[in-house]
Structure formats: C-alpha cells, structure tokens
C-alpha cells in the first residue's frame, strides 16, 4: 500500500521537476559542483551586499520535493480523500502512509541529486568530514518546509498559502539574514544549509536546537493536518 502511495507523488511530473532542478542547479553553481557545495547553501557572514544569485539557487534547491509535496497532497486531500478514507477506515493511518510518501520525496531527492553529483563531478564529498550532518540539516529542513507546506493547504482548503510561506521562509527571511547577518543563525531558512550552519564548527549545542525546532514544527503540522482531515 505504501509503496503505491510513493509511486504516486514520485510520479513522471515529480521525476521530470527534480531532474530539470538538477540539471538547472549544475549550470548555475559556478566552480566546484560536489553536492555539499550546491544544495550547501551559503553564508552570509562577510557578504558585501544581497547575494541574489545565492538566493535564487537556495530557492531552487529546496523547492522541488517541497512542490511535489504540495502537489500530491492537494490532490489526496481533495475529492479523492472520500474514496481513499473509506478504505482506510482511520485518519491516522490514512495520513501516515501519506507522511511516509512525503518523507520518501524528499529523502529520493537529496539521494538522486547526491548520486548525479557524484557521478557529474566525482567531488567525493561523502568522504568529508560533516557529509552526514550536511545530509541531516537538509532533509529535515525540506521535510520541515513539506509538512509545514502541507498543514496549511489542508487548514486553508487550497495552495496559496503554502506558495506565500514558502516565499516568505526561502525569499524573505534570506533576504533578512543576508543584509544583517548577525540574524542568520537564528532564522529558519539557514539551518538548512551547511555552509551556514559549519560557521558555527559543528556546535553539537546550536544542532540539536535547530533540530528541535524543525522537528516540533514537523509534529505540530501532522497534528494540525490529522484535526483539518477530521473536520
């Protein structure tokens, strides 16, 4: 059942979004293209204006298993919902199969870009040291933005809203962070980039609060989608 569920939001739209994002991401990250280095992020620390280019490229990085999220859901939650229920039988369960699929998304995602970069330019990143924090922060931080993305189209009825958050997180705050960068640290759209996150060296302290956070808004949203579903 799970596994029909996946097939469904990794389905050819989802496959062709992620491999054009990919494909995009190669032709705008000058230099080096070893995945830390792309979906990295940056820091803004001893930035001499807006990095536009950096924004952007953040934007698209995180954007496509956010988008095949959204989309998915939208059309699970709507008038296909009274079918699929009905077999279900349980909310709960009905949604965490959908949950599983999202997480699925996003985990598919970062792996497909890690193996294409890897084959593209043989960086050997996963040979650094803080590969696998680089992988934690990013997932968690796309998953977070999914979920989060998903509660309020299920609370609002449709995708705007999730448009306006996601633009509002990955746009403004960056924005924010990048012109006052003493601000960066403590705005959500960084703790999902390495290049960011590695100024702190590693500090296992600021990790697991960033962590914390992402995870409790992660748990928040599932309930806020599990109560919108039963209404």
Same mark, same amino acid.
């Given at each position: 059942?799970?596994?029909?569920?996946?097939?469904?939001? $990794? &389905?050819?739209?989802?496959?062709i979004?992620?491999?054009?994002?990919?494909?995009?991401?190669?032709?705008?990250?000058?230099?080096?293209?070893? *995945?830390?280095?792309?979906?990295?992020?940056?820091?803004?620390?001893?930035?001499r204006? %807006?990095d536009?280019?950096?924004?952007?490229?953040?934007?698209?990085?995180?954007?496509?298993?956010?988008?095949?999220?959204?989309?998915?859901? &939208?059309?699970?939650?709507?008038?296909?919902?009274?079918?699929?229920?009905?077999?279900?039988?349980?909310?709960?369960?009905?949604?965490? #199969?959908?949950?599983t699929a999202?997480?699925?998304?996003?985990?598919?995602y970062?792996?497909?870009?890690? %193996?294409?970069?890897?084959?593209?330019?043989?960086?050997?990143?996963?040979?650094?040291?803080?590969?696998?924090?680089?992988?934690?922060?990013?997932?968690? +931080?796309?998953?977070?933005m999914?979920?989060?993305?998903?509660?309020l189209?299920?609370?609002?009825?449709?995708? +705007?809203?999730?448009?306006?958050?996601?633009?509002?997180?990955?746009g403004?705050?960056?924005?924010?962070? &990048?012109?006052?960068?003493?601000?960066?640290?403590? $705005? $959500?759209p960084?703790?999902?980039?390495?290049?960011?996150?590695?100024?702190? &060296?590693g500090?296992?302290?600021?990790?697991?609060?960033?962590?914390?956070?992402?995870?409790?808004?992660?748990v #928040? #949203?599932?309930?806020?989608? *599990?109560? #919108?579903?039963?209404?």
């Amino acid at each position: 059942m799970k596994g029909k569920i996946i097939s469904r939001i $990794l &389905d050819r739209r989802a496959i062709i979004i992620y491999l054009a994002a990919c494909l995009l991401l190669f032709i705008v990250t000058p230099g080096q293209k070893g *995945v830390m280095n792309i979906l990295g992020g940056f820091t803004p620390k001893g930035s001499r204006g %807006v990095d536009i280019i950096g924004i952007m490229r953040w934007n698209l990085c995180v954007l496509p298993p956010v988008a095949a999220s959204i989309l998915f859901m &939208d059309v699970e939650m709507g008038a296909l919902r009274v079918y699929t229920l009905i077999r279900t039988k349980n909310v709960k369960r009905w949604f965490l #199969s959908r949950f599983t699929a999202i997480a699925a998304a996003n985990l598919i995602y970062l792996f497909l870009f890690t %193996v294409l970069a890897e084959s593209y330019a043989g960086s050997g990143d996963y040979k650094r040291n803080g590969f696998f924090v680089f992988l934690t922060i990013f997932f968690l +931080h796309s998953f977070m933005m999914s979920v989060v993305s998903v509660a309020l189209c299920a609370r609002s009825g449709g995708v +705007h809203i999730s448009v306006i958050f996601f633009l509002a997180v990955e746009g403004i705050m960056v924005v924010i962070g &990048d012109i006052f960068p003493q601000t960066a640290a403590y $705005l $959500l759209p960084y703790w999902g980039m390495i290049q960011q996150v590695g100024a702190y &060296d590693g500090s296992v302290l600021y990790l697991l609060l960033i962590m914390g956070v992402q995870t409790a808004m992660i748990v #928040s #949203s599932t309930i806020l989608i *599990v109560k #919108s579903l039963r209404a």
